[in-house]
């Protein structure tokens, strides 16, 4: 009679100490991510603007790891994406209300007695439409209770997708495109300098630096992705501040009329010399 190998003490340590499947990594990632958009999206009362912040972050993050399971996680993925997509847009009004509000007192703390009280004035205006168009969301959706219930549906609906049919390769592949895509939203601004054009290259650089979060050094990046530079990130979203201050100068602002030039002026003043800043650091990522 043979005698069954039993598994050595060692043997039964490296087993439990192998590397975890990617997918299944990305699985857990990103389901991780999906609640914590859920659980901020109750947030209440003062603190709703910060939720839905922090579940935007996580709207994207999660989008983000779709994408590097594409094509291989197969349509659902898609749908799911496109639904994840559609609800994050429509919590974009909200955020953006807040991040108006947050513009201006940046620049009011960095701002000379002579800009600082028309500051000051178009903060209270923007404080206050920004706490009107929260009165109207939270009454056509109390607690936001429909958008994290169709959150829930999704989150469902992402763990039951393929996740183990994906290997290290395509995951590098889904980051090279990444990366080329990257470079060429960069090298359109920095040509063309149009505000959209901008938007898209932030996008992109936020996109890649979600998915390599998302990874946590699971996998090597191929040598195309490089070292990723953190402070571009945050220079073009400084900038994209500037862009939302002057998009509310139109004919339909919260601003007074007399206060609008100004506001203009120092938002293309600012952009002027965020967007130095970023060709700068373009450059120096680029070396």
């Known amino acids: 009679m043979t005698s069954k190998s039993v598994p050595s003490p060692a043997d039964s340590a490296a087993e439990s100490e192998a590397p975890e499947p990617i997918g299944e990594h990305l699985r857990i990632y990103a389901s991780t991510e999906l609640a914590r958009a859920i659980a901020c999206l109750g947030w209440r009362g003062g603190r709703i603007h910060e939720g839905v912040h922090q579940a935007r972050k996580s709207l994207r993050r999660t989008r983000a790891t779709l994408t590097l399971g594409a094509p291989v996680l197969g349509s659902g993925a898609h ?12 919590l974009s009004r909200l955020r953006d209300a807040h ?36 009165h109207v969301c939270v009454a056509a959706d109390p607690g936001l209770a429909d958008r994290r219930s169709l959150l829930g549906v999704l989150q469902a609906a992402m763990t039951a997708l393929p996740w183990t049919v994906l290997d290290a390769s395509s995951v590098q592949l889904a980051l090279q495109d990444s990366a080329q895509r990257m470079e060429a939203a960069g090298l359109r601004a920095r040509n063309r300098g149009d505000d959209e054009d901008w938007h898209r290259w932030r996008r992109r650089v936020r996109r890649l630096s979600q998915q390599l979060r998302a990874l946590d050094g699971v996998i090597a990046p191929p040598s195309r992705v490089g070292e990723f530079d953190k402070r571009l990130a945050n220079l073009l979203g400084e900038a994209q501040d500037y862009t939302l201050l002057r998009e509310h100068c139109g004919k339909r602002s919260a601003f007074l009329h007399t206060d609008r030039a100004l506001l203009r ?10 967007r130095q800043r970023i060709e700068t650091a373009a450059a120096t990522s680029a070396a």
């Open 79 to 90: 749908l799911i994406d496109r639904e994840l997509r559609r609800i994050n847009r429509n």
């Open 99 to 134: 991040a108006l509000v947050e513009t201006l007192d940046r620049l009011h703390r960095k701002s000379d007695e002579q800009v600082a009280h028309t500051l000051r004035r178009a903060r209270r205006s923007a404080a206050r439409a920004r706490a009107e168009y929260t």
């Open 265 to 274: 002026e120092l938002s293309e003043r600012g952009t002027e010399t965020l």
